[in-house]
């Protein structure tokens, strides 16, 4: 993704990006820590705690449901900033999400997710994530 990124945090990025595009719920599940915090523009709003992305997912399948979502992808556009040291790591990454409405036009939401890491043994999972919306 960038230079600055080290290997394993790119390819853990670029795994949970695919796994979300391709709606894979058991591949996206399994990039997280135990314990995490999601921040995102629907309602709650906030998951923290064990099992947070998987209440996540279920809400936004949800949100996505009764807004009539036939269809979601995000895309990077530029890793911003990365940083991490022996156990944690911090990326700002800014993206685009596409989102098709059943009947309608698509949407198109440029923002920005921050993403910190931890490393569990050798792997590095997510350890949370928040969404921003520019548009």
């Not at 996206?28 to 309602?43: H, P, R, Y």
């Not at 936004?60 to 911003?80: C, S």
Request: glycine share 10%; hydrophobic share 40%.
């Amino acid at each position: 993704m960038t230079a600055q990124m080290s290997s394993g945090l790119s390819a853990l990025l670029e795994r949970y990006f695919q796994s979300f595009n391709n709606k894979n719920a058991s591949e996206f599940f399994s990039l997280f820590a135990d314990e995490i915090s999601i921040v995102d523009g629907f309602s709650p709003y906030r998951w923290h705690g064990p099992g947070a992305h998987q209440k996540w997912w279920k809400d936004a399948e949800t949100w996505a449901k009764a807004g009539g979502v036939t269809g979601e992808t995000i895309v990077v556009d530029k890793v911003h900033f990365c940083e991490a040291d022996e156990k944690y790591g911090y990326a700002f990454v800014a993206a685009t999400l596409t989102i098709k409405l059943s009947g309608g036009a698509p949407i198109v939401r440029a923002g920005t997710l921050v993403f910190t890491f931890v490393k569990e043994g050798k792997d590095w999972k997510t350890h949370g994530h928040a969404w921003g919306r520019l548009s």
